[in-house]
């Protein structure tokens, strides 16, 4: 008679002791995520488990998995990256790492002792996760200004052009958009770095050129 191991794989209960037991190491800054709940309160099946630090965003999933051959039950490790905006990003999308190149990830027995599984992630996972991480706050930063500015941008042109300009808090290619919208001088979109127009007389059309060879013009060469 054969008998076939079935893997019991690793309770969302146990991955919860193993984020506290993180939190306890790693101090206070740290925090577990709570588990999601609907609106009766009942908590949603959830298979991972987070610590968040509360300063900066960084965080750390655990989650099941299985082994290589499916003979034992493990813990994966991944981090958890800032947005671009409402964009959700990895660290190859931030651009810290090539593309060639594999996110931090490890995975640990989940039968191992809980201090022994948290001295592995701290040793094997959280420096590398926390290099890059450092490294996309400060992308992150560049990036946030420069769409504060492209917002200010659009907002700007929006209120000179009085009543035939609408601005709308909406992004095209991650670029804040506004709209034109006039009977006298047709209609079009404009984000910080295009103008599409349509409909336009040909007198405004022209006097749309002369600013922009006057702009030329006057730009040091």
């Known amino acids: 008679m054969t008998t076939t191991w079935i893997p019991t794989g690793v309770s969302f209960e146990t991955l919860q002791t193993c984020a506290a037991a993180l939190v306890a190491v790693w ?4 925090h577990v995520v709570p588990p999601r709940e609907n609106d009766a309160g009942e908590r949603y099946p959830d298979h991972y488990a987070t610590v968040e630090r ?21 813990i994966e490790v991944r981090g958890r990256w800032p947005k671009d905006g409402e964009t959700y990003m990895s660290a190859r999308n931030w651009g810290v790492i090539d593309w060639r190149e594999s996110e ?9 002792p809980l201090h022994a599984i948290v001295q592995d992630i701290g040793r094997r996972f959280r420096p590398e996760y926390e290099r890059l991480y ?7 930063a560049k990036h946030a200004n420069v769409r504060a500015a492209h917002r200010a941008t659009v907002e700007a042109v929006s209120i000179a052009l009085a009543g035939a300009g609408e601005f709308r808090d909406q992004q095209r290619d991650g670029e804040p958009m506004a709209y034109i919208n006039a009977d006298a001088i047709g209609y079009g979109q404009f984000t910080p770095t295009s103008l599409a127009l349509a409909s336009v007389p040909s007198d405004l059309l022209l006097a749309i050129a002369r600013t922009i060879g006057q702009y030329a013009e006057a730009r040091p060469k």
């Open 27 to 30: 101090g206070t800054e740290w």
């Open 104 to 112: 931090p990830g490890i995975t640990v027995a989940g039968d191992r």
């Open 54 to 74: 509360t300063a900066d965003g960084a965080a750390i999933t655990l989650s099941a998995c299985e082994g290589r051959h499916g003979h034992e039950s493990r």
């Open 134 to 140: 450092a490294a996309v706050l400060v992308t992150a």
